[in-house]
T-cell receptor, first 109, second 116 residues
Framework: GQNIDQPTEMTATEGAIVQINCTYQ??????LFWYQQHAGEAPTFLSY??LDGLEEKGRFSSFLSRSKGYSYLLLKELQMKDSASYLC??????????WGAGTKLIIKP | GAVVSQHPSWVICKSGTSVKIECRSL??????MFWYRQFPKQSLMLMAT?????????EQGVEKDKFLINHASLTLSTLTVTSAHPEDSSFYIC????????????FGPGTRLTVL
């Protein structure tokens, strides 16, 4: 079956760095997405990786290793507004998005 | 670009009534749209894939007669919750897939349905 694992909840301090991991087992792979979702709102796109390596975009970076079925989202200089759920999703061979359960990130002052 | 709207944002209805939710891609055409449901503190659950000009593909466990999906044009898909019951109360989110590049999905703002 298809499976995406990410931690349920993480806590970090304002101004610090946090890494949210995601491991996946899917039928085929056409890319991995990270989305941010604030409570009561729809997800918003953060990043897309299809090749191995690190993609940096401002305070957020995303890494992919296809051979290991592994990705992480790195958030630097954390701000209170970064408190949200972060969803990892993989595009499988049928171009269907397979969603992880999401990681709730709590930022403390 | 790539904006998706959803209407209504929230709706409260009595048990037994039907509710229609619209999903529109405002500045692009989408042959494929998706409908998700999300219960509090849970992740997105894909309900169905809506394909323009053909029948929707429902995920296992989703009643197609209860959740009617119509993808009438390249910019509009509708979800009708028929004979709604309190257990149907949830956050319904649509997304539209851009058929170019890396097939990113753009999400609508969601519709909060409360059935009394």
């Amino acid at each position: 079956g298809q499976n995406i694992d990410q931690p349920t909840e993480m806590t970090a301090t304002e101004g610090a760095i946090v890494q949210i991991n995601c491991t996946y087992q899917t039928s085929g792979f056409n890319g991995l997405f990270w989305y941010q979702q604030h409570a009561g709102e729809a997800p918003t796109f953060l990043s897309y990786n299809v090749l191995d390596g690190l993609e940096e975009k401002g305070r957020f970076s995303s890494f992919l290793s296809r051979s290991k079925g592994y990705s992480y989202l790195l958030l630097k200089e954390l701000q209170m507004k970064d408190s949200a759920s972060y969803l990892c999703a993989v595009l499988d061979s049928n171009y269907q998005l397979i969603w992880g359960a999401g990681t709730k990130l709590i930022i403390k002052p | 670009g790539a904006v998706v709207s959803q209407h209504p944002s929230w709706v409260i209805c009595k048990s037994g009534t039907s509710v229609k939710i619209e999903c529109r891609s405002l500045d692009f055409q989408a042959t494929t749209m998706f409908w998700y449901r999300q219960f509090p503190k849970q992740s997105l659950m894909l309900m169905a894939t809506s394909n323009e000009g053909s029948k929707a593909t429902y995920e296992q466990g989703v009643e197609k007669d209860k959740f009617l999906i119509n993808h009438a044009s390249l910019t509009l898909s509708t979800l009708t919750v028929t004979s709604a019951h309190p257990e149907d109360s949830s956050f319904y989110i649509c997304s539209a897939r851009v058929d170019r590049g890396y097939n990113e999905q753009f999400f609508g703002p969601g519709t909060r349905l409360t059935v009394l």
